[in-house]
């Protein structure tokens, strides 16, 4: 696979709370465009603790009334393999921290269905629920406004981690990827769709992502061991808000 050029940018603020108020306030510009231009903004979201400061960030009173909630369509990146209510659920903790505080209709939150017993039919049918919304012309893929994505200490995102299946997976748009280092599967969207994003927008915090963050965007392009580096949207936006400790070791700031 080759390196190709992306529109990338990288951000670095200065600590978690700055990070979620940039992204929060991205998160808004986004969907007012998007307001503008189609009267909906589609977009999915990622677990993580860095995540989560965006999501409390946009609950709250100077940001909650500044997105059209009734426009925003919500999927998810990957979810854990457990039940809505689960305390490891990506859906649960975004309920929480977001769902339960704004006026977002039930019919635009698009749940990843990772309680089901078989992982495969889960990431079929959620495979199914994306076509069906955004019922793109043939040939064309799923095109999300905005993807959400946290990153591990080991080059992970969505689900996809390092030296896993999910990576090599070209067809579809949902993977149900077991993880060994887990033992457990995991549902993730893929590298096609997450690359078929206008907006990709990376939520990076904490000394301990800043030598994976180095080896990522200024390390050898190696994505089976760094599957971040393999995010690059084809005919979209890239972009690293990072804060400072994260950013510590990068040549490049
Ligand atoms: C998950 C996430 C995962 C997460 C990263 C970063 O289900 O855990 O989707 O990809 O975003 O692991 O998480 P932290 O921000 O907590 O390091």
Same mark, same amino acid.
């Given at each position: 696979?080759?390196?190709?050029?992306? $529109?990338?940018?990288?951000?670095?603020?200065? $600590?978690? /709370?700055?990070?979620?108020?940039?992204?929060?306030d #991205?998160?808004?510009?986004?969907?007012g465009q998007?307001?503008?231009?189609?009267?909906? =903004? %589609?977009?999915?979201?990622s677990?993580?603790?860095?995540? *989560?400061?965006?999501?409390?960030?946009?609950?709250?009173?100077?940001? *909650?009334?500044?997105?059209?909630?009734?426009?925003?369509?919500?999927?998810?990146? /990957?979810?854990?393999?457990?039940?809505? /209510?689960?305390?490891d659920?990506?859906?649960?903790?975004?309920?929480?921290?977001?769902? $339960?505080?704004?006026?977002? &209709?039930?019919?635009?939150?698009?749940?990843? &269905?990772?309680e089901?017993? /078989?992982?495969?039919?889960?990431?079929?049918?959620?495979?199914q %629920?994306?076509?069906? =919304?955004f019922?793109?012309? #043939?040939?064309?893929?799923?095109?999300?406004?905005?993807?959400?994505?946290?990153?591990g200490?080991?080059?992970?995102?969505?689900?996809? =981690?390092?030296?896993?299946?999910?990576?090599?997976?070209?067809d579809?748009?949902?993977?149900?990827n077991?993880?060994?280092?887990?033992?457990?599967?995991?549902l993730?969207?893929?590298?096609?769709?997450?690359?078929?994003? %206008?907006?990709?927008?990376?939520?990076?915090?904490?000394?301990?992502k800043?030598?994976?963050?180095?080896?990522?965007? #200024?390390?050898?392009y190696? &994505?089976?061991? =760094?599957?971040?580096q393999?995010? *690059?949207?084809v005919?979209?936006?890239?972009?690293?808000?990072?804060?400072?400790?994260?950013?510590?070791?990068l040549?490049?700031?």
């Amino acid at each position: 696979m080759t390196k190709v050029s992306v $529109n990338r940018k990288i951000l670095v603020v200065a $600590n978690p /709370d700055e990070l979620s108020r940039f992204a929060a306030d #991205e998160f808004v510009r986004q969907a007012g465009q998007k307001m503008q231009a189609k009267g909906i =903004f %589609t977009v999915a979201l990622s677990g993580g603790s860095t995540p *989560r400061g965006l999501y409390t960030v946009l609950a709250g009173d100077q940001y *909650r009334e500044r997105v059209p909630w009734s426009k925003v369509h919500l999927f998810w990146s /990957d979810e854990r393999c457990v039940p809505p /209510d689960h305390p490891d659920s990506n859906y649960r903790m975004i309920r929480e921290l977001l769902l $339960n505080k704004v006026p977002i &209709p039930k019919k635009n939150i698009h749940r990843m &269905p990772a309680e089901q017993e /078989d992982p495969v039919h889960a990431a079929m049918e959620y495979e199914q %629920t994306i076509w069906a =919304f955004f019922h793109p012309n #043939e040939g064309e893929l799923p095109r999300f406004d905005l993807i959400v994505l946290g990153m591990g200490e080991d080059g992970h995102t969505a689900s996809l =981690f390092p030296w896993t299946s999910a990576l090599e997976e070209t067809d579809r748009l949902v993977s149900a990827n077991y993880v060994e280092k887990l033992n457990a599967y995991r549902l993730t969207l893929t590298v096609p769709v997450i690359n078929q994003a %206008t907006n990709v927008i990376f939520l990076i915090s904490g000394e301990s992502k800043a030598s994976v963050l180095r080896d990522v965007l #200024e390390g050898e392009y190696q &994505p089976q061991r =760094f599957p971040s580096q393999i995010i *690059r949207p084809v005919n979209g936006r890239l972009l690293f808000i990072v804060d400072r400790m994260a950013a510590g070791k990068l040549a490049r700031r």
